[in-house]
């Protein structure tokens, strides 16, 4: 069946955290039968040989019938391969968290980096007998001005430059729901730029965030720094999942919470 699928812009309060993102249309599921095969009967005076040549012929137009109706359920399914107009990769994962063995890449980033800092987190894979996935519980101790986060960074690299954008299949849970993701570029370090993007997740829902790469905006220690260069995607070196505080935004956080992760994957 073909569907419109589009994603919409999370919203804090009423100032747009990231753009929308425009419609596409895909095939999902299998492909509706379009056109089916007649049941043929004939009821015809003759001899035996003529009923018999008015039977073939009635075969063939069931072919003829039946060819049409492969032909256009495969033009839907070639549809749901999803190839951009420019022959660019519809999408790239990036972290599977269903399939990981293990987080051994990931190393707590939260503000306890810092002297006042109070904040802890941790990062889990959750595995059952029937699912796996990532789970990051933070708990934000923020100071008096909304400081505080708590954050895990892989330092892998990456090529995204023949992307528009990242996708993250999650839910969150607990008192807090707005969280971030954070990339470095060209192997800088953690006092270095980070570009950031912020996105609301709702409560106890899956969902997927769909974050463009135009949404990411250069940011130290909470503050925009707007004549950065920007972000080049050829060569990410950092990525952070992180969830703050607030210091500089309208909105303050404290307490505990979890947001599932289930993947993080490349996407046009």
């Known amino acids: 069946m073909c569907l419109d699928e ?15 993102l425009p419609a596409v249309s895909v095939c999902t599921g299998p492909p509706r039968v379009l056109l089916s095969a007649p049941q043929l009967s004939f009821k015809c005076k003759g001899t035996r040989g003529q ?15 039946l060819g049409a109706t492969v032909g256009l359920s495969s033009a839907c399914m070639s549809l749901g391969s999803v190839v951009t107009s420019d022959n660019r990769a519809a999408s790239m994962m990036m972290y599977d968290f269903r399939t990981l063995p293990n987080l051994s890449s990931w190393v707590e980033s939260s503000d306890t980096v ?27 101790n923020p100071q008096p001005n909304g400081a505080g986060f708590v954050g895990f960074e892989s ?18 849970q607990g ?11 060209n192997g800088q370090g953690s006092n270095d730029i980070a570009y950031e993007v ?8 899956w969902t997927r965030i769909v974050l463009p ?30 969830i703050v505080g607030g210091v500089y935004s309208d909105f303050k956080q404290h307490g505990a919470s979890s947001l599932e992760i289930d993947y993080m994957q490349a996407v046009n």
């Open 213 to 242: 790469f135009t949404a990411f905006k250069p940011y130290y220690r909470g503050q925009e720094v707007p004549d950065a260069e920007p972000l080049n995607t050829s060569n990410i070196t950092t990525v952070t999942l992180q």
């Open 155 to 172: 330092q892998d690299t990456w090529d995204l430059s023949s992307y528009n954008g990242v996708e993250l299949k999650v839910r969150g």
């Open 175 to 185: 008192d807090n729901y707005v969280y971030k993701v954070n990339f470095r570029h």
């Open 51 to 65: 009923r018999r040549k008015m039977w073939f012929k009635g075969l063939r137009i069931a072919h003829v019938l």
């Open 114 to 140: 810092r002297e006042p800092g109070m904040s802890k987190g941790a990062f889990v894979l959750q595995k059952t007998q029937l699912f796996q996935r990532a789970v990051m519980f933070s708990m934000i």
């Open 6 to 20: 589009w994603s919409s812009a999370s919203k804090q309060g009423s100032d747009q955290i990231h753009p929308p």
């Open 198 to 205: 912020f996105y609301e997740v709702p409560k106890n829902e």
